[in-house]
């Protein structure tokens, strides 16, 4: 594989970043989207997709079953899954993105039987797959697990409804179980759901094609099963990504002098914006667009410390924490951090401590971030998606030059990254090694 690294100039703190830069299709919602498409008895569309890998790598995984996917427009893809003779989630694809776990809802409720292997995606923390089987298990599947390997098979004519807790808020553990309940056998109630905009958007386009899914969008999702659905025609639009929406409004509050994101959805980072406003930025929200000036109103200069705790949606969403770091190297006083979601998500924190941050890690879960600290450029190896992207916003404010390595980890999520920022100001370089 190619590994690209960014070359990034410093602005050293100054505010200079201006136009306007629009926000791509959500991964979090065109990968369920896609796997949503094995539900389907006709042809699948879905505009507004990002170009990113994931998504990419989604796809193969849809080809590499049986099912034909074709490209309309730039940004708009279609997937048919008639065709699909494979019930085994291919591997090597599979060890690249955690998502590729979504399939199996669909595809056991579909086929009757489906196996995978322990899914990939970013090392952030342990990631099991128990609330997945577990669901399957209360649908009436047996579930075998040999080395890694799982093979799941529906014991009667199809899967059954059934009522389960899900033990932690999982995203796509909701998902997952949701779009297995579409095809169930009477009703599925799915208690301690995720709420996630992506969710209850992805219900509601599956509503309009025959679905019934009530209470999406809140802890206690009902689904009754029925017959395969049908788009007769309707388009599935792509979310804007609230998590590079969130990652924009960051940067723009730390380097922006007028600086407008568009094709957003600002509600769906309430968490983010109450903080920023909390520590002091002023920020103009309009129905699809945020406009952030050079905070001239920020007394002396000084952003205020602050207490940052990731929560499942509405809270503050774990994805947004490396930024936020970055962010909270340029308060003033002590801010704490806690990362509920995942034990291995705060490690991208010795690197900003490499650039000049202050910050001391208490336990895997909890840091304090001291400030105002100058970050110095470095050569930077990104962890991880969303801490690949918080790299990229650090080398924007550090002072002197930066090399952001493993790119690979930012293409997956965010798309041509390099030439939006460029767009708006920034002095970055994509560079093949
Ligand atoms: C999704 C998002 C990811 C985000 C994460 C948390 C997608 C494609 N990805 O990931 O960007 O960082 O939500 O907001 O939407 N857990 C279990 N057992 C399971 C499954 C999960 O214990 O079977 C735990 C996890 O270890 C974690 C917590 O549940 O502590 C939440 O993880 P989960 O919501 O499942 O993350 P993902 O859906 O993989």
Request: aromatic share 4%; charged share 25%; hydrophobic share 40%.
């Amino acid at each position: 594989m190619l590994k690209d690294k960014f070359l990034i100039k410093g602005l050293a703190g100054k505010k200079k970043l201006k136009g306007k830069i629009a926000v791509a299709g959500a991964k979090n919602a065109v990968l369920p989207a896609l796997a949503s498409s094995i539900l389907f008895k006709d042809k699948f569309c879905i505009s507004n997709a990002p170009e990113i890998s994931d998504a990419k790598y989604m796809i193969e995984l849809l080809e590499n079953l049986g099912a034909e996917t074709s490209k309309k427009l730039k940004k708009t893809l279609c997937i048919e899954t008639k065709n699909i003779n494979r019930s085994e989630i291919n591997v090597d694809i599979s060890n690249k993105l955690r998502a590729s776990i979504i399939l199996t809802g669909p595809l056991l409720a579909r086929f009757g039987e489906v196996s995978f292997s322990h899914p990939g995606g970013c090392i952030i923390g342990k990631r099991p797959v128990n609330i997945f089987l577990d669901g399957y298990r209360k649908m009436g599947a047996k579930v075998t697990e040999k080395n890694g390997k799982y093979h799941i098979k529906i014991k009667a004519e199809k899967l059954e409804g059934a009522k389960i807790f899900l033990k932690k808020v999982s995203v796509t553990g909701t998902e997952t179980l949701m779009l297995a309940g579409v095809l169930a056998k009477g009703k599925t109630i799915l208690e301690n759901s995720a709420m996630e905009p992506e969710i209850k958007h992805l219900a509601e386009f599956l509503n309009s094609c025959g679905a019934k899914i009530k209470g999406a969008g809140t802890p206690i999702i009902e689904i009754t099963g029925g017959g395969l659905l049908s788009t007769k025609g309707k388009v599935y639009k792509t979310l804007p990504d609230r998590i590079e929406t969130g990652s924009f409004l960051i940067l723009g509050a730390l380097s922006a002098d007028n600086l407008e994101i568009t094709n957003c959805i600002p509600e769906h980072i309430d968490s983010l914006i109450e903080l920023l406003r909390q520590s002091g930025i002023s920020i103009n929200t309009q129905k699809n667009k945020i406009h952030i000036k050079r905070n001239a109103k920020v007394k002396n200069n000084v952003l205020n410390s602050i207490e940052v705790r990731t929560h499942e949606y509405p809270g503050f969403a774990t994805d947004l924490q490396a930024p936020m770091c970055v962010f909270l190297t340029q308060t003033t006083g002590e801010s704490k951090v806690h990362e509920t979601i995942f034990e291995g998500r705060l490690n991208h924190t010795n690197d900003l401590i490499k650039m000049g941050a202050d910050i001391t890690m208490w336990n895997p879960h909890q840091v304090t971030v001291k400030g105002p600290t100058v970050l110095r450029g470095k050569e930077l190896e990104g962890p991880d998606l969303r801490a690949g992207l918080a790299y990229v916003i650090a080398a924007i404010i550090a002072k002197g030059d930066s090399v952001v390595n493993n790119v690979h980890y930012i293409d997956r999520g965010y798309e041509k990254i390099e030439e939006r920022l460029r767009d708006i100001g920034v002095d970055i370089k994509r560079v093949n090694q």
